[in-house]
């Protein structure tokens, strides 16, 4: 199954665990970590959704490219990292 | 006698005390962390704090041991945006305004337990019934067409800066939007107009020179001994009603300058207001170099310098629009500035003295 690991800026910030959990895009894994842990969502999407202006994720070392709906594909074997965009300073 | 202050900085929020020995800073919470607004809530102790995170968003803290701990409680958040919602443009950008949470810009208790008000950049107003447990988006206002022609001042977004809940009747609000003038509800919020008949908006072309729905107000206040009289900073100048915000009359005689952001009134006392004068909005800045708070005491037919404590060479000090507070006896206020100075006066402003010079940048100063 895939695996999410949040900047430990994030993890100092709220409870963001590593996690391993199912899904075939970037917005279902994403959708399973919240379902565990609901706090963690506004601080990576805003509220229609979309990735934070200054939150980048990464699959398997690259930027995803769909940053509104968050449809890029992952595999079973994925790490995603979501990390603090320099964009935001 | 109040013997907390709290300050929302750019680096956390800062709480100082008074003992025999004065004031001093006793505490940092979120530290590293922008803390834009907050509400020490006298009807049960409670301390709200909004935090906004550089990569992260902003969140909402509340804290019941006065800053000891905190909790995290729900953050106004903007609902979906329906597919078949018109775009909102706005006027000086012509971009979309976003159904996105940017800044929490005001924060006030309303009339029942537990009952709170949030203002928002980019222009929500939020209501809370259960001390910030959920929210609320208020539509009437968010769908009125008259937000068509609010403007960002100093923000690319419009916001709501100011609420005012009158004490004599909980379902009337005043609040403040830059740059949308002033809107009043006299039924909770369900339903909104725009007043402001006299204001006067010198950025606008001159026919919508005086067009309420795109006046910058950067702050309004009134005194809770009689809310019809009303103390507004506004971008290029001051305004005074008397009758509850329908008309303004723009003053022209204040001294040593008609700039700035802040105003707060005397609670008991609607004859006085209390301001902290920049030079003008392309220079803001003290006047001269010389910092001081600007005092009227009789409804503004005179304004005074008050100087005493202040630094009169070289202070280069801006204070913006949540950052200076006064108590409910009129005697003790405090301001802070954009270059981290903080000033306490135990005597209506007749002296100060300063608290730190080396605190991060202020955004929000309130008495608990």
């Known amino acids: 199954m895939p695996t999410i690991h949040f900047t430990a800026n994030l993890a100092s910030q709220t409870t963001a665990p590593v996690c391993t959990v199912d899904g075939t895009t970037v917005r279902e894994a994403l959708d399973a970590v919240f379902a565990q842990h609901p706090t963690l969502r506004s601080y990576v999407l805003d509220d229609q959704g979309a990735t934070r202006q200054h939150v980048i994720v990464f699959v398997d070392g690259t930027a995803i490219s769909d940053r509104r709906r968050l449809t890029d594909v992952i595999q079973p074997t994925s790490e995603i990292f979501v990390m603090q965009a320099l964009s935001g300073g | 006698m109040i013997t907390k202050l709290y300050l929302g900085t750019r680096k956390g929020?800062?709480?100082?005390?008074?003992?025999a020995a004065g004031w001093h800073v006793t505490r940092?919470?979120?530290?590293?962390?922008?803390?834009?607004m907050l509400l020490p809530d006298a009807r049960d102790g409670t301390l709200y704090a909004a935090v906004e995170h550089g990569h992260f968003g902003t969140k909402f803290h509340a804290s019941r041991d006065a800053g000891a701990s905190w909790e995290e409680r729900a953050c106004p958040t903007f609902p979906p945006k329906p597919d078949d919602a018109p775009e909102v443009i706005g006027m000086a950008t012509q971009q979309p305004i976003p159904w996105d949470l940017k800044k929490v810009w005001a924060l006030e208790a309303g009339a029942a337990a537990g009952e709170l008000w949030c203002g928002t950049l980019p222009g929500g107003l939020f209501h809370s019934l259960d001390s910030g447990a959920s929210w609320r988006l208020v539509e009437s206002l968010w769908n009125d067409p008259g937000r068509a022609k609010w403007m960002g001042g100093g923000a690319e977004w419009p916001g709501i800066h100011t609420i005012l809940v009158d004490p004599r009747n909980r379902h009337r609000l005043l609040i403040g939007v830059s740059c949308g003038g002033v809107w009043e509800s006299t039924d909770n919020g369900a339903s909104w107009r725009?007043?402001?008949e006299g204001i006067r908006a010198e950025f606008m072309p001159p026919e919508q020179a005086y067009d309420p729905g795109i006046q910058d107000p950067h702050r309004i206040a009134w005194s809770a001994a009689d809310p019809d009289t009303i103390w507004m900073q506004h971008h290029n100048g001051?305004?005074?009603?008397?009758?509850?915000?329908?008309k303004w009359r723009e003053i022209t005689n204040a001294n040593p300058s008609n700039f700035g952001f802040a105003v707060v009134m005397h609670p008991q006392d609607p004859q006085t207001a209390w301001f902290v004068p920049g030079i003008k909005d392309e220079l803001r800045v003290a006047c001269d170099g010389a910092l001081c708070v600007m005092r009227?005491?009789?409804?503004g037919q005179t304004f005074e310098p008050l100087r005493q404590g202040l630094p009169q060479e070289?202070?280069?000090?801006?204070?913006?629009?949540?950052?200076?507070?006064?108590?409910?006896?009129?005697?003790?206020?405090?301001?802070?500035s954009t270059t981290g100075s903080v000033w306490i006066s135990e005597n209506g402003?007749?002296?100060?003295?300063?608290?730190?010079?080396?605190l991060p940048p202020v955004y929000c100063v309130r008495f608990g």
């Open chain 2, 13 to 19: 929020l800062i709480e100082a005390e008074r003992s």
């Open chain 2, 28 to 36: 940092i919470s979120f530290l590293g962390v922008q803390v834009p």
């Open chain 2, 194 to 196: 725009n007043i402001g």
């Open chain 2, 238 to 246: 001051i305004f005074h009603s008397t009758d509850g915000g329908q």
């Open chain 2, 296 to 299: 009227t005491s009789n409804g």
């Open chain 2, 314 to 336: 070289h202070a280069y000090h801006l204070v913006y629009r949540h950052c200076l507070d006064v108590t409910g006896d009129g005697r003790t206020l405090a301001f802070g």
């Open chain 2, 349 to 358: 402003g007749d002296s100060w003295e300063r608290l730190s010079a080396d």
